[in-house]
């Protein structure tokens, strides 16, 4: 059974930066695709990033390029998605999720397997 845990969550001032992690029970991340997605309240869950461990493809929402970057620890078997200059609007529940090979970044929001989720609140 496929278990992710995120932390590294919490409140941060605008402009503040977060590093999150996302652990994995009983596998490792290199076989499969992975992505962070956030939900807002009231909103729809939206995928922030995604990295293709198949092809080494990458992606990210237009408002956080530039600010926040994916990586994929191999020796640690961990996930990060690094958040900086963090914004009011950033703020949201964020998930790990992953999926098998054939399953592509745009396939993972309903293919893929959820993590519990970490609050990121950005707030003066």
């Known amino acids: 059974q496929v278990q992710l845990v995120e932390s590294g969550g919490g409140m941060v001032q605008p402009g503040g930066s977060l590093r999150l992690s996302c652990a994995a029970t009983?596998?490792?991340?290199?076989?499969?695709?992975i992505a962070w997605f956030r939900r807002a309240p009231g909103k729809e869950a939206e995928q922030v990033s995604c990295i293709q461990n198949s092809d080494g493809f990458t992606s990210y929402l237009d408002d956080v390029k530039g600010r926040f970057t994916i990586s994929h620890d191999e020796r640690r078997n961990l996930v990060y998605l690094q958040m900086n200059n963090l914004k009011p609007e950033d703020t949201a529940e964020y998930y790990c999720?992953?999926?098998?090979?054939?399953?592509?970044?745009?396939?993972?929001?309903?293919?893929?397997?959820w993590g519990q989720g970490t609050q990121v609140t950005v707030s003066s």
């Open positions: 999720v992953i999926a098998p090979f054939r399953w592509k970044c745009d396939e993972l929001g309903s293919k893929g397997s």
């Open positions: 009983y596998f490792k991340f290199t076989y499969y695709h």
